[in-house]
């Protein structure tokens, strides 16, 4: 099955500092790539996507970039401010008749200092 | 628009005992799914329906768990016994159809002592 590695497992930065997590996933059909964003006691929610015909994508100050050959994508917040303190997730998804199975990685707590 | 719904927000259980959680999908998402997060960890898928068929519940262990969701709606999610390994958050998802976005409720932290 897939398997998705996550690094760093911590973060800490200062406010305006750029932050980058990065992921890397094992199975070379997986073509959906959510990442997530949980804080404490709530589930988690989406903040930005990508499927595998795109190779980069922006919203305002999150970006995410894929690298399919290499089988690995990563997550770019600029200008971080302390609300974006929080675990963030990134996960995988298999096309064809898995139906949207996630398959989380293993979390990055990202600590923006002020 | 309402967000997926789950309760109760926490259960506090002793090992040996049954336990269930609820979860109230997005109106219209015709896929919801089951998670059990461990602390510390990523979510894992633990059960998948799409409408009120099962799509996945590959990971589910059936010798003590056990979900339904009938009418394609709410789905319940049951626990009997509890072992002390069973103490996680089981977060409910819900999405519109298979693949696509799918939307956390705020989950269920359950611990068993």
């Known amino acids: 099955g897939e398997n998705v590695e996550q690094h760093p497992s911590t973060l800490s930065v200062q406010e305006g500092d750029s932050a980058v997590i990065k992921c890397t996933y094992s199975?070379?059909?997986?073509?959906?790539f959510p990442w997530y964003k949980q804080e404490l006691g709530k589930g988690p929610q989406l903040i930005i996507d990508?499927?595998?015909?795109?190779g980069e994508k922006k919203d305002q100050r999150i970006a995410v970039t894929l690298n399919k050959t290499a089988k690995h994508f990563s997550l770019h917040i600029t200008e971080t401010q302390p609300e974006d303190s929080a675990v963030y997730f990134c996960?995988?998804?298999?096309?064809?008749?898995?139906?949207?199975?996630?398959?989380f990685g293993q979390g990055t707590i990202l600590t923006v200092h002020p | 628009e309402a967000g997926v719904a789950q309760s109760p927000r926490y259960k506090i259980i002793e090992k040996r005992q049954s336990v269930a959680f609820w979860c109230n999908p997005i109106?219209?998402?015709?896929?919801l799914y089951w998670y059990q997060q461990i602390l510390g960890q990523g979510p894992k898928l633990l059960i998948q329906?799409?409408?009120?068929?099962?799509?996945?519940d590959s990971q589910l262990p059936k010798d003590r768990f056990s979900a339904e969701r009938l009418k394609g709606v709410d789905s319940t999610l049951k626990i009997q016994p509890a072992k002390l390994e069973d103490s996680a958050v089981y977060l409910c998802?819900?999405?519109?159809?298979?693949?696509?976005?799918?939307?956390f409720g705020p989950g269920t932290r359950l611990t068993v002592l």
């Open positions: 998802a819900s999405s519109f159809m298979g693949p696509d976005t799918q939307y």
């Open positions: 199975d070379s059909a997986s073509n959906y």
């Open positions: 990508i499927r595998s015909n795109v």
């Open positions: 996960a995988a998804v298999r096309g064809g008749t898995s139906y949207g199975k996630l398959t």
């Open positions: 109106s219209g998402h015709a896929t």
């Open positions: 329906f799409q409408n009120n068929g099962v799509v996945d």
